[in-house]
């Protein structure tokens, strides 16, 4: 009898932890059961088909929207000069010490478990905790700036020098806060630039931006110049002919996509595939006076992009005018296309 209570005393501990762990693990849904949530800088959010589905109360700025199983999350600045966020269009305010003395605009949002962390300079914030960054006077960043893997939490971004050349820099949790690490670059001479980063497997990172004229990612801070396919004239200053909007870490493949110019000075949207350069070409006919890639979303065993199109378009009367077209992508496939709104990011939900 003693043996019996005691196997089942194991069994019942067995379930728990399987069931612990099935609960850790994210469900991937298949392609027919996700929702496309696009977010506009006023903070009006829309779906697949064009239609917008929600208006985030007491939103005077938006700036990046990320999703977590069915429930979506959105950065931004609040009218009420409150530090917080939106779940799921709802605002949740933060109650830290400083947010009645400071006016509050997050740049980044990332989420780990029930833990929140928001980039709210000069503040990582997790929860209702609050993380200073190290050396932080001249830093500035952007959406996408800030990545969690297993409750470890990075930000990237940019350090300016009064004229000199600037540095891209990698923070990093350390006994409390965030210490700074300085990305490398090809020489002194060139300024570094990062404005997205991925974060995976704890301890990983992979960074993008630009050093000098190159586009460029960092893996784990070793810098990774990328090869470009066109070869205009070199500018005088330190203005990219390639630049990384977007890094993701697919099926051991290393996806990143920007931009890169033309001969003719014009700039067109670029994949990088483990460091192989690769047009983004939608099939227009009409001219492309420019394009570009602004954000990679891996989901399952899929890859889902943002990308800009402008284009020349004939008018009744012979002259020609400009059009700009968004679309959402799905591995090769374009599966959604925008007009007239000020997109700023998406998730998949």
């Keep these: 009898m003693k043996h019996f209570f005691k196997s089942c005393i194991l069994t019942v501990i067995a379930l728990l932890l399987l069931s612990s762990c099935e609960k850790d693990e994210p469900k991937v849904k298949r392609r027919g059961e996700r929702q496309i949530y696009v977010l506009t800088s006023e903070g009006h959010i829309y779906d697949l088909m064009g239609d917008r589905i929600a208006e985030l109360p007491d939103c005077e700025y938006a700036s990046e929207i990320i999703s977590d199983g069915n429930d979506y999350f959105v950065s931004g600045k609040n009218s009420k000069d409150k530090v917080g966020y939106w779940k799921n269009g709802k605002w949740n305010t933060l109650h830290i010490d400083f947010i009645d003395n400071v006016s509050h605009e997050t740049q980044g949002i990332a989420k780990w478990d029930y833990y929140i962390y928001l980039f709210d300079y000069p503040y990582i914030l997790k929860n209702s905790g609050i993380f200073p960054l190290d050396s932080c006077e001249n830093f500035n960043t952007s959406g996408q700036c800030i990545a969690v893997s297993n409750g470890k939490c990075y930000l990237a971004g940019m350090e300016y ?114 460091g192989v350069p690769q047009p983004i070409v939608s099939g227009r006919q009409e001219k492309i006076v420019f394009s570009l890639a602004e954000e990679l979303i891996a989901y399952g065993d ?48």
């Design 161 to 274: 020098h009064n004229g000199l050349p600037n540095d891209a820099v990698l923070y990093y949790e350390y006994k409390g806060r965030y210490a700074k690490a300085i990305l490398p670059k090809p020489s002194k001479d060139v300024s570094g630039f990062a404005t997205c980063i991925y974060a995976y497997d704890t301890d990983h990172t992979i960074v993008g931006g630009h050093v000098g004229h190159e586009p460029c990612i960092w893996i784990d801070t070793v810098l990774q110049v990328l090869p470009r396919m066109f070869n205009p004239p070199q500018p005088t200053y330190d203005i990219p002919l390639g630049h990384v909007n977007s890094v993701v870490k697919l099926n051991g493949h290393i996806y990143a996509v920007g931009f890169e110019t033309d001969d003719d000075g014009h700039d067109k949207a670029m994949m990088w595939v483990d």
């Design 302 to 349: 899929d890859l889902y992009m943002l990308s800009f199109e402008c284009y020349e378009s004939k008018l009744p009367n012979g002259e020609t005018d400009t059009k700009l077209d968004i679309f959402i992508w799905m591995n090769d496939r374009i599966i959604a296309k925008y007009n007239n709104i000020d997109i700023v990011n998406f998730t998949v939900v």
